[in-house]
């Protein structure tokens, strides 16, 4: 009888332990409660995602949201791939990945995201605007010296971006018209926060960077392109051109805890707080692409 006694004890402190677990998120009948979504990708999307993962933790608990930039060709491979639920991108699927790899993806469009050209505040006194023809011929070294477009007689030092760059797939389409940029590689980094730091070390420096690293900051100066400055304004109502869609991408149908996250930066009340930190609201664009 003790040795029965014994057994059902034992088998009470299992289910007692299976229960616990089971209230406490991890473990059920085929669903965790408990997870972790693995995100990486575009750097100009990045302050947003860091931003609203902060928030959805706070009303998730149990969710880890783990983000990271590195650009937007790599956020692509690695979502097609499976190591990260989510993709963050600055382009389409397809300018990156070969049609097959793309068409098994999920596109999110999650904002709008303005880019600007900006240059070294010493600069910025004397340059104010570019024609877009100046500002291709600078992106492209034809033009080398900042006399030349009615600067200071001071070499152009660009600083730009990798090819895996979303930000400069975007920048060269709306921008520069196509023309291929002449890349810096001493001064490559698609670190938008070292890009920043760059131009305003540097004396004659220009390179380009989201409006969500320019929301109240004074360390670097943005020029207007044919008189038309790069603002959320003018982005809504069309007259400045270098916008693009902000994309958070999925493999397939994506696991629930990812679409659960995408659906709240989407959803209204984030939407909120998208316009404070320099994206754009979809909804309210008065032009589409």
């Not at 004659?204 to 304004?233: C, E, F, H, K």
Request: charged content about 15%; proline content about 3%; some cysteine.
């Amino acid at each position: 009888m003790k040795k029965i006694a014994r057994n059902l004890l034992g088998m009470m402190m299992i289910l007692t332990a299976g229960s616990f677990a089971f209230a406490n998120g991890t473990k059920d009948s085929g669903s965790v409660t408990a997870s972790t979504i693995t995100i990486s990708g575009s750097s100009a999307l990045f302050p947003l995602v860091k931003d609203a993962a902060d928030k959805y933790k706070s009303v998730n608990p149990a969710v880890s949201v783990n983000v990271s930039a590195g650009g937007s060709g790599t956020g692509l491979a690695q979502v097609s791939d499976g190591s990260v639920d989510i993709g963050n991108s600055d382009v389409y699927a397809e300018s990156k990945l070969s049609a097959d790899k793309a068409a098994a993806l999920i596109d999110h469009k999650v904002c709008v995201i303005t880019m600007a050209p900006v240059i070294n505040n010493d600069l910025a006194k004397t340059v104010k605007n570019l024609t877009k023809q100046q500002l291709i011929g600078i992106f492209t070294a034809r033009i080398t010296n900042w006399k030349d477009v009615g600067g200071p007689d001071e070499p152009v030092l660009l600083v730009t971006r990798p090819t895996t760059s979303g930000t400069r797939a975007l920048f060269k389409q709306y921008a520069l018209d196509n023309n291929e940029e002449a890349s810096n590689k001493s001064l490559e980094t698609d670190n938008s926060g070292t890009l920043m730091q760059t131009v305003s070390q540097n004396r004659g420096a220009i390179g380009y960077l989201a409006l969500s690293y320019l929301v109240n900051n004074t360390t670097v100066s943005t020029v207007s392109i044919d008189g038309v400055n790069p603002t959320m304004a003018n982005t809504y109502n069309g007259t400045y051109p270098v916008w693009g869609y902000e994309h958070m991408y999925t493999k397939g149908s994506g696991n629930k805890a990812a679409n659960d996250f995408i659906g709240y930066v989407m959803g209204a009340e984030y939407g909120k707080q998208m316009e404070s930190q320099g994206y754009c609201i979809t909804s309210k664009m008065k032009v589409t692409r």
